[in-house]
């Protein structure tokens, strides 16, 4: 099974511009979260997919691989995809599961990967993955920039938001709270079937790519991590990883 790790980047973030290249522990993010997947025993190899040629010279300069991207996409799925065609091409292999991780995740384990493919190569009717994580306190759960989920008895997702869902205040002191941590295994076929999907109005509404898939009546398996893991969305989110990174033990390894 050919299992290929590409992490999507650009520099134009409109909540932080030139993210990819911020420096964590003296380190740009983006080599952080490189350098922690290619970690990963399950995966064949790791790509970083950019259209900023500043990301591309990085990677290739610490002996990494990346691929150019068009500048036009809006999505980091449609950035994947193009990705995982020129790897293809280049390499003369087929992918069968392409991982799509976030460059936003500096303090994500190489065991989170394999949490996330296990059920893909397990079971044939699976056909995308995403990894969840409890939320610990109530700002986090009201934080706009965290993607909270709702699972439902089968380990499905039911609802993905930006809102504090489910619902605290029905007089329900304990529910499950629940992110979306953005580690996701597509089936090969089933990330360019996603692509030419129309994008659905709750997606639009959530501004959560997920939500296309629950519309349009598919599936997306949850998985839980136990693993410590948070994405920067901001200046103050990137301040609080480094310093939490500064005692992380597999960042003393590379």
Avoid: W
């Amino acid at each position: 099974m050919n299992v290929v790790a590409i992490i999507p980047a650009r520099m134009s973030s409109s909540r932080f511009p030139g993210k990819p290249m911020a420096s964590i522990c003296g380190i740009p993010m983006i080599g952080h979260v490189y350098l922690r997947t290619q970690m990963c025993e399950e995966l064949a190899e790791t790509y970083i997919a950019t259209c900023d040629q500043e990301i591309f010279q990085y990677i290739s300069g610490i002996g990494g691989k990346a691929i150019m991207t068009a500048d036009t996409h809006e999505r980091a799925s449609d950035r994947t995809a193009e990705a995982m065609i020129k790897i293809e091409s280049e390499t003369g292999q087929k992918i069968d599961i392409i991982v799509m991780v976030q460059g936003d995740e500096p303090m994500l384990m190489p065991e989170m990967i394999n949490q996330a493919v296990k059920p893909l190569l397990d079971d044939t009717t699976i056909n995308v993955v995403n990894l969840m994580a409890k939320i610990k306190t109530v700002e986090e759960f009201e934080d706009p920039n965290e993607v909270k989920v709702v699972v439902g008895l089968t380990g499905s997702a039911l609802y993905f938001s930006r809102e504090p869902i489910p619902s605290r205040k029905k007089g329900v002191s304990e529910v499950p709270m629940l992110k979306q941590v953005c580690i996701i295994p597509f089936r090969r076929d089933y990330l360019l079937k996603f692509n030419a999907m129309p994008s659905t109005p709750l997606e639009k509404i959530e501004s959560v790519d997920m939500m296309r898939i629950l519309e349009h009546g598919d599936n997306v398996h949850m998985v839980m991590t136990t693993a410590e893991t948070y994405s920067v969305d901001t200046k103050e989110d990137l301040e609080k990883v480094a310093d939490k990174m500064k005692n992380d033990s597999l960042r003393k390894t590379y």
